[in-house]
C-alpha cells in the first residue's frame, strides 16, 4: 500500500488512466473490426465510413497517448488504401 500522499495520489491516478486506456483499446479494436469487415463485404460507401471513423478514433488516441505515434501512423497508412481509394 503507497504511504505517501502523493504515492495515494498516484495510485488513484493509474487506475483511472489504466480504465481509460483500456476503453480507448476495446473501441479501437472494435472500430478496426468494423472496417475490416466492411472492406470485405465490397461495399466502398461502407468501407469509407468505418474507415473514417477509424482513423478518427486513432488520432484521439494518439493524442491522448494510448497509442504510440508510429504505431497509428502505420494503422492509418494501411486503412487510408481503402478509405481513399476511389
Do not use: E, P
Not at 10 to 39: E, G, I, M, P, S
Not at 64 to 69: E, F, I, N, Q, Y
Amino acid at each position: 500500500m503507497a504511504n505517501t500522499q502523493s504515492a495515494i495520489k498516484a495510485a488513484r491516478k493509474a487506475t483511472r488512466l489504466a480504465l481509460r486506456n483500456q476503453a480507448a483499446k476495446t473501441r479501437l479494436k472494435t472500430l478496426h473490426k468494423a472496417f475490416d469487415a466492411a472492406v470485405k463485404s465490397g461495399d466502398a460507401a461502407a468501407a469509407k465510413n468505418a474507415g473514417r471513423n477509424y482513423l478518427s478514433a486513432i488520432g484521439k488516441a494518439v493524442k491522448s497517448g494510448v497509442v504510440h505515434r508510429n504505431a497509428a501512423s502505420r494503422a492509418k497508412s494501411h486503412a487510408a488504401k481503402y478509405v481513399l481509394a476511389k
